[in-house]
């Protein structure tokens, strides 16, 4: 069974520019999550998606942004990129939403550095 | 307050002891709690989920809930080098029963030692 696959791994981007990051969950997931991992502020919620619906959202400025398929692959972007924004931006996926959640399974993430 | 909290270790026990990991968690209508482990340069990986008050038994693994304390922890029998990592508490919490955010603690850096 396949994992939760994300692409690109490594990404290196000028400030000013916008970036789209792309998350295919785990075949029958439907729940999609989006964090941001930091040395300073660790995991970081920024959005979930369920059925191409965003459920929820964390406290990130709007250049934030995503969405998801009906395939329920997922992708996020980031415009007008900040230095503070290089981070490793792991997607991850879940079963079901809700208050009983089965635990989400993560990918590898992809590392932005924006220079 | 942080939503959730956790020691940041770093956390040192010999090889062959058990390791007991603590987080505590703000929300009181939480109702799914987790822990992950990280090894540097990875991501997480999920190893233990609880629900319901008590204890939790996985192989060398055990999970213990305490909703009235706000208490959730890991315990590592028979630590091996390998379970030296960063170890994740992380809460789910309530959003009108439709939505997920699992907000994670900071980690607490396990080193099992020869």
């Known amino acids: 069974k396949a994992g939760v696959t994300q692409t690109p791994r490594y990404l290196i981007k000028t400030r000013g520019q916008q970036v789209t990051l792309s998350c295919s969950p785990i075949?029958?997931?439907?729940?999609v999550s989006w964090y941001q991992q930091t040395p300073g502020q660790g995991l970081q919620f920024l959005f979930e998606y369920f059925s191409e619906t965003q459920r929820n959202k964390g406290n990130f400025p709007g250049r934030f942004s995503g969405r998801q398929f009906s395939n329920s692959r997922s992708e996020m972007n980031v415009s007008t990129l900040e230095l503070g924004d290089s981070a490793l931006y792991l997607c991850?996926?879940?079963?079901?939403?809700?208050?009983?959640?089965?635990?989400?399974?993560f990918g590898s993430g992809t590392r932005l550095t924006v220079v | 307050q942080k939503e959730v909290e956790q020691n940041s270790g770093p956390l040192s026990v010999p090889e062959g002891a058990i390791a007991s990991l603590n987080c505590t968690y703000s929300?009181?209508?939480?109702?799914?709690f987790f822990w992950y482990r990280q090894y540097s340069g990875k991501s997480p990986e999920l190893i233990m989920s609880?629900?319901?008050?008590g204890d939790k038994e996985d192989g060398r693994f055990t999970a213990q809930l305490n909703k009235a304390s706000q208490y959730v922890s890991l315990l590592i029998r028979d630590s091996q080098p390998s379970d030296s990592a960063t170890y994740l508490c992380?809460?789910?919490?309530?959003?009108?029963?439709?939505?997920?955010?699992?907000?994670f603690g900071t980690g607490t850096r396990l080193q099992v030692m020869l």
């Open positions: 609880i629900y319901s008050n």
């Open positions: 075949s029958g997931h439907r729940s």
């Open positions: 991850a996926s879940s079963l079901t939403t809700g208050s009983l959640n089965y635990g989400y399974t």
């Open positions: 929300d009181r209508g939480s109702q799914s």
């Open positions: 992380a809460v789910n919490g309530v959003h009108g029963g439709t939505a997920s955010k699992l907000t």
